[in-house]
C-alpha cells in the first residue's frame, strides 16, 4: 500500500501562483509515475501532469497547463510538487495527487489516491 498526504492549495486571484506537495509512504517501490489531477464542479476528471520517478523520466502535461504548470520530484523524500503560476479561473478544481505504474497515472487510473486540496482562482 501506498499513502499521499497532500498539502498546500487555497485561494489566489487570477495571475497568482500556488504550490502543491504531495507526501508518498508505505510501498513507494510500487510507484514508477506520480501525477497531478484535478475535478471541478460537473466537470470530467481531468490529468494536469505526470513525471515518472526514474531521474530523467518524461514529464507530461495537459495543453491547458502547459507554459504554467510545473510538476517536479525529489525523489529522496518522495514528494512531489507542483507549482501553479498566473493561474485563471478555470483552474479552480480539487486537486489530487496521484501514483502508480506509468500506464496507469498516463492512462488516468492509478493505484493510489491522496485526499485532494482545493484550488480557487477567483477573477
Known amino acids: 500500500q501506498v499513502q499521499l498526504v497532500e498539502s498546500g492549495g487555497g485561494s489566489v486571484q487570477a495571475g497568482g501562483s500556488l504550490g502543491l506537495s504531495c507526501a508518498a509512504s508505505?510501498?513507494?517501490?510500487?510507484?514508477?509515475?506520480m501525477g497531478w489531477f484535478r475535478q471541478a464542479p460537473g466537470k470530467e476528471r481531468e490529468g494536469v501532469a505526470s513525471t515518472a520517478t526514474l531521474v530523467g523520466g518524461s514529464t507530461y502535461y495537459a495543453d491547458s497547463v502547459k507554459g504554467r504548470f510545473t510538476i517536479s520530484l525529489d525523489n529522496a523524500k518522495n514528494t512531489l510538487y507542483l507549482q501553479m503560476n498566473r493561474l485563471k479561473p478555470d483552474d479552480t478544481a480539487m486537486y489530487y495527487c496521484?501514483?502508480?505504474?506509468?500506464?496507469?497515472?498516463?492512462?488516468?487510473?492509478?493505484?493510489?489516491w491522496g485526499q485532494g486540496t482545493q484550488v480557487t482562482v477567483s477573477s
Open positions: 508505505g510501498d513507494t517501490y510500487l510507484i514508477s509515475c
Open positions: 496521484a501514483v502508480g505504474s506509468c500506464p496507469q497515472v498516463r492512462g488516468g487510473t492509478p493505484n493510489y
